[in-house]
């Protein structure tokens, strides 16, 4: 189970840090995304973390958006910074396990003034 939390209105410029709690599975080996899906869109992967902590990150976003986890916690954060109104999306959290991908219910994230 993944459960995502932190979104919220922010102004631009503002920063937010979402986090993802997992249960259910050993989650220090696996990996965890971030993905987003705005309004019309195709949801999107934001960013990437293996399970030893290698990080990679969608090109556009790279620089604003820090991905890291808490093993101790079984947590996945994302930490978003300078955040534009082009930001505004429900933000999921993911991971595949045995072929079979997995997600959260999304957490809202509106980037407004």
């Known amino acids: 189970q993944l459960a995502e939390s932190g979104g919220g209105l922010v102004q631009p410029g503002g920063s937010l840090r979402l986090s993802c709690a997992a249960s259910?599975?050993?989650?220090?080996?696996?990996?965890m995304d971030w993905y987003r899906q705005a309004p019309g869109n195709e949801r999107e992967l934001v960013a990437h973390i293996t399970s030893g902590s290698r990080t990679t990150y969608t090109e556009s976003l790279k620089g604003r958006f820090t991905i890291s986890r808490d093993n101790a916690k079984n947590t996945v954060y994302l930490q978003m910074d300078s955040l534009k109104p082009e930001d505004t999306a429900v933000y999921y959290c993911?991971?595949?396990?045995?072929?079979?991908?997995?997600w959260g219910l999304g957490t809202q994230v509106t980037v407004s003034s």
């Open positions: 993911s991971t595949r396990i045995f072929g079979n991908t997995y």
């Open positions: 259910g599975f050993i989650f220090s080996i696996y990996a």
